[in-house]
């Protein structure tokens, strides 16, 4: 289909010139201008012209835990529109219960020839993993990025959110609430944000609420709803009126534990997630989270990847960034606050 040069240029915040020349291939167009109207002909569904076919300057392997999380394909979505941009395509390999392994997908991704390759929430993780397996990629000079979870002994660029500023953030709002026992419902211990998570939970309570022990303020568990469930149920039958859940998965599901107890969110009991995945602010209450940077760390990964496959290689070791607490409906009142 012939695309209209009216709709195109509304689409874009261009001229209909200006579009008449990208479509024809003209000079005197900027690359910003250039890519706007571009990217207006795919959002508006036109086939582009074939002397505009972008053809790849590489393949790049993006490994991912499974997608059922939003975080994962918000991390995707990121990645790929940057490598896009660069005239670089994604190749997304996604592991799944039973299916091919990160070392699997890593092997074919090596076997046909990809200019690099970004791990999202992969084994790099895992404390208890063996990590020369990125070292010896390294050692082959395939350029690689890692994002949350850093190993020390790794000689490659790592980003993370700031999972200890997480919990201090977490925290800090529920004690000016009025709350006092609050827990946590986090994933296994293994996991590198999930050490950083409880170590960063311990200080929070010790300083804030003068607690010493955490014990059993502590649910260990699965980054689902159905982990969530669980562990909230838990900790609300130990007293805890406040929830600060690892993922906004769990939090949906530590509210519907809470529900099932006959309590109210934020009523009875505050919850806060992690990571301000896509539609939690339409959940019922809206959810109050911490916000992955995830443009930030999508867009900086790419960056990254790109100066290594450029020869010009950055720091190997860890960037570290900010996450935010998004104040919604899901938190309240503790117990001092409404006894006043």
Known sequence: MTPRLADVAVKAGVSEATVSRVLNDKAGVSPATRQAVLAALDILGYERPPRLQQ??????????????????PAFAQVIEQGLSMQGFTAVLCTQVPGGMTEDAYTEILVDRGVAGIVYVSGLHADSTADTERYNRLAARRLPIVLINGYQPGVAAPFLSTDDRAAIRQSVTHLVSLGHERIGLAVGPRRFVPVLRKLESFEQCLRSELGVSDISDLVEHTFFTVEGGRAAAAALVSRGCTAVICGSDLMALGAIRAIRDLGRSVPGDVSVIGFDDSPLVAFTDPPLTTVRQ????????????????????????????FQPELVVRGSTGSGPRLRAR
Do not use: C, H, W, Y
């Not at 300057?57 to 994962?72: C, H, K, Q, V």
């Open 55 to 72: 053809r790849s300057a590489g393949l790049i392997g993006l490994i991912t835990p499974e997608l059922e999380n939003p975080i994962f």
């Open 293 to 320: 940077p995830v443009q930030a760390m999508g867009t900086a990964a790419v960056q990254m990847l790109l100066d290594e496959i450029a020869g010009v290689p950055g720091p190997k070791s860890e960037f570290v």
